[in-house]
């Protein structure tokens, strides 16, 4: 087995499952700089994908281009449908209620005065329409989303007086309202505590194994080498992809992120990365 690196036009590491996303050639120019470029990634139907790289390497970004909400050139298609094509968008309703996103947390008004159940029905709004009123249907979908997170004890709680695990389910669940396909998720984990990040992680393990794309930005990175079906490594192109036991060697890291070649953290990488690899040795890929 081999990873996917940067120039290498070998298929080795790409999924088997029907892509849910695919991104061909984008670029994206912000303020007047290159940001992201020569950007090529497929997602399938059932992965759980590490968006890995340095602060500025342009996750964030290439999310918010996903979704449409930066300009940016190049091909994106979900479902094998064309969302963008050259710098035009092409999106149907239907397509843009496949994606949730789950934004940093620091970009949600938690301030606003809201009860969790009334920041999970927003989500809903690519359904209802601003100027509809949430319908029966509507509250069951929030139901279900925040039965997932486990949340729903605390629908009618202020979201001001969540703790920061309790506000990162409550966007979870948000998303999750739409039951869409394709989930992406920007650095859920950021100031969680270890069993919120691993109850968090379970739960992102289950919505890929009922069939959608999850895409994930960490920079935990030995917890995405130990978590992720398969890992993109991002600095404003893609660098190397692949399985966690595919990017075992130093290389890719090195050259994504910048550290030199004694860095712990390679070999941090390289010690989960090799246990996936006697993993799927073993027949169990999934840890
Ligand atoms: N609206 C904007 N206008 C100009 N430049 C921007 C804008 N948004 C982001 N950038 C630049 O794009 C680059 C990538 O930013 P982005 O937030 O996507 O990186 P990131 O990989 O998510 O970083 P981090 O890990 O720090 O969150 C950065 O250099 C940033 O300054």
Redesign the pocket.
Known sequence: MTATVAGDTSTSARPTAPAALEVHDLAVV??G?P?LNDIRLEVAEGELLGLV?P???????LLRAVLGLVPSSGRISIAGQDVHRGRKRTRSAPVTRSIGYVPQRHEFAWDFPVTVEEAVLTGRVARIGWLRGARTEDYREVRRALDRVEMTHLRKRPVGELSGGQRQRVLVARALALDPRILLLD?PFTGLDVPTQEHLTELFRELADEERAVIM?N?DLVGAVHACDRLCLLNRTVVASGAPAELAGPEPWMTAFGVSAGSPLLTAISQVAQGRTADSSAGGERS
């Open positions: 912000l303020g700089r940001v790289g602060n500025g390497a342009g996750k964030t970004t650095e930005t920079h």
